[in-house]
């Protein structure tokens, strides 16, 4: 890992001979995104609450029979900003101060829905195996702490707010779920969507802490479009993505921690190639920083124990469905990814290229009932 390198993008726009680099952006991004003129008081609060804010733009052809349906969207990664021994209580709190100044920063932006990344109240404890106090951080996610601050956040900014905490369920017995509380703008919690997949690689011992989701796909109608979750290890799943798009969503958000050697060059891909295939816009949000504890633990393969799981390398950016994306933020600072599309742009592009309409769901729907039973024969045509 380079903990040096800022961006894949600073690194092109400095390496890349001028006559070639919009071609270079065409061929790896589907174009150069416009930039998106942000207020200069934005611009002055990022630089001194020491974030990078970047905003783009994604146009749709103009229609007859519908108006532009123009929504902004905000991605916010960042560090945890205190140590990860330090009291729970404490540490949640200094996150509440600093999402709060980021996102005072997107409503100058007019920013309408807001993301934070995966588990965004806590440090990624879950390499460590150990429970207290990590699943001290656990919250309701109808009336805990966070979600009542986040209802502030929603009233203060007309802003729908996608929060994801690690949530204790009271009501069935305090079990542990990793979840998107979703938060009209309203103020109103619109309804969760639990991460499905749960990954069992590596440092990522989740499955220690919480269970795979039973939320199903669920798609949230928000006044600005909608939207759904796909927490992190469901970016790999390209039928996790279809079901949140079967169910209509325009904007599926993904926000993730995941680390530099572990998963860096599917970073680009994964979510952008969910974009594409199911007209839609995508949104991967990355944590960023290298988080330390005090207890040594280990991979379980062998090498020596560790104190972090790597450097998380943030980069989040936004695919569209025609399959164009804009530059990730940096791998290493906090920032704001301030993002306005035409939601039009979704059924266009599904009317040209035809991925539902041509998906044949049902053949996939028969075979895959079949694959799952344990008398699956696999269909091997030998000689
Ligand atoms: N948080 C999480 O699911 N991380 C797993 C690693 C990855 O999906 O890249």
Redesign the pocket.
């Known amino acids: 890992m380079s903990g040096l390198l800022q961006s894949l993008e600073s690194c092109l726009e400095q390496h890349i001979p001028p006559e070639d680099l919009a071609e270079v952006k065409r061929i790896l991004y589907g174009g150069e995104a416009r930039k998106l003129n942000l207020p200069a008081a934005a611009l002055l609060a990022a630089q001194e609450r020491d974030f990078e804010l970047q905003g783009y733009g994604f146009e749709a052809a103009a229609e007859q029979l519908r108006r532009p349906r123009i929504v902004r969207v905000g991605l916010i990664q960042n560090k945890i900003p205190l140590p990860t021994d330090t009291a729970v209580a404490v540490q949640v709190a200094a996150l509440h101060r600093r999402i709060e100044e980021i996102v005072e920063v997107a409503a100058l932006c007019g920013v309408n829905i807001v993301c934070f990344q995966?588990?965004w109240t806590m440090p990624?404890a879950?390499c460590t195996r150990e429970k207290l106090p990590w699943t001290e951080f656990a919250e309701s996610a109808e009336d805990g702490v966070t979600t009542k601050f986040c209802q502030e956040l929603a009233r203060k900014h007309n802003m729908v707010v996608v929060s994801p905490i690690l949530e204790r369920d009271e009501i069935h017995w305090g079990t542990l779920w990793?979840t998107a509380v979703v938060i009209s703008n309203s103020g109103a919690v619109l309804g969760k969507s639990r991460?499905n997949?749960?990954?069992r690689?590596?440092d990522?011992n989740?499955s220690t802490y919480y269970m795979e989701g039973n939320t199903g796909h669920p798609v949230f109608q928000t006044q600005f479009g909608t939207i759904a979750v796909n927490?992190?290890?469901?970016?790999?799943h390209p039928l996790n993505w279809l079901m949140f798009s079967l169910n209509g969503a325009e904007i599926i958000f993904n926000p993730?921690?995941?680390?530099g050697n572990?998963?860096e060059s599917?970073?680009p891909i994964e979510a952008r190639n969910a974009a594409i295939a199911n007209h839609c816009f995508t949104c991967p949000i990355n944590r960023v920083g290298t988080e330390y504890y005090k207890n040594s633990f280990t991979s379980g393969d062998g090498g020596k124990a560790h104190h972090d799981l790597g450097h998380f390398y943030g980069s989040s950016y936004v695919a569209a469905p025609d399959g164009s994306r804009t530059p990730g933020l940096s791998r290493t600072q906090d920032g704001l990814l301030v993002v306005e599309m035409d939601l039009n742009l979704c059924r266009q592009v599904s009317d040209k290229w035809n991925f539902k309409m041509t998906g044949r769901y049902e053949m996939y729907a028969d075979k895959l009932t079949e694959a799952v039973q344990p008398c699956f024969v696999p269909n091997i045509i030998r000689e």
């Open positions: 995966e588990a990624f879950f990793n991460k997949h749960i990954p690689i590596g990522f989740e927490i992190c290890y469901g970016r790999h993730s921690a995941t680390t572990l998963s599917l970073w």
